[in-house]
């Protein structure tokens, strides 16, 4: 209780009931010692979201009064977050309508780039290899459904040239499917993810490459709100050359030379 910044309550609960809602695949067991390293690193990611939402933040802080404990750290407003998630969050009915196939609700409107993210340069600790399992398994669902979508809406004499060219050809073509439509070819790249339309997702080089090469016939389909339990998501697509929203640079390829 006397270091709210450096760390955070575990409750066996909360571990137990938030994993199951965002599909975290450890599995606790009453007892174990490792529960309390995984609730840390649930912890850790939730907080890298949440320090992304800036309005969010600063609300969290405007409730607080002169005499309240403002933690900069932002380890409390993580915790809120997981007990709100875990005690108030309501699934969405299964039995929603869709409009542009099953399993994907189709929203019209503009999409614009996000903001470019600040860094504090604070140290922390992820699980790379169990969130990069989570985002595969769900990227994977997410396009199965896109794949399922195409072929509903092409002409029939068009639908079985439509291929999930990641699984039949292979990684780093730039794009997940080819589809066709009565114009021709469609380069569709497929992002999935469980949180909103405004939740981060990661371009590839190859990618926005691809984008730009073929900018009139290129399409990122934005699966997001998927809930894997179901197998449902809204979709927006967004057409063309991609780098008006690649604005947050990650991770860069360095070769020195020698002299």
């Known amino acids: 209780m006397k270091y709210p910044d450096d760390y955070y309550f575990y409750k066996y609960r909360l571990l137990d009931e938030f994993r199951k809602k965002v599909n975290y695949e450890y599995q606790p067991r009453k007892g174990k010692f490792s529960n309390i390293s995984q609730y840390f ?80 340069f604070e140290g922390r600790q992820i699980d790379f290899v169990q969130r990069e399992k989570i985002n595969s398994r769900i990227g994977r669902k997410g396009e199965l459904l896109v794949l399922e979508l195409e072929k509903k809406q092409a002409p029939n004499e068009l639908k079985d040239k439509i291929e999930h060219s990641s699984v039949e050809i292979g990684d780093g073509l730039g794009y997940d499917i080819l589809s066709f439509d009565s114009c021709g070819q ?74």
């Open 41 to 120: 690193n649930v912890c850790e990611i939730v907080k890298e979201e949440l320090k992304r939402d800036t309005a969010l933040v600063n609300a969290h802080f405007g409730r607080l009064g002169e005499d309240d404990y403002k933690d900069s750290s932002l380890n409390i407003l993580t915790q809120d977050f997981i007990y709100a998630v875990v005690n108030h969050l309501i699934e969405k009915d299964a039995n929603r309508n869709t409009v542009a196939a099953d399993g994907l609700n189709l929203t019209i409107g503009e999409v614009k780039p996000g903001k470019k993210r600040s860094y504090n």
């Open 186 to 259: 469609k380069y569709i790249e497929v992002k999935t993810t469980t949180g909103g339309l405004q939740s981060p997702l990661f371009i590839t080089a190859t990618e926005l490459a691809r984008s730009q090469k073929e900018e009139d016939r290129f399409f990122l389909y934005r699966v997001f709100n998927f809930d894997e339990k179901n197998n449902r998501g809204d979709l927006r697509i967004v057409k063309g050359d991609l780098s008006r929203f690649c604005n947050d640079p990650t991770l860069f390829r360095v070769t020195i030379l020698q002299d």
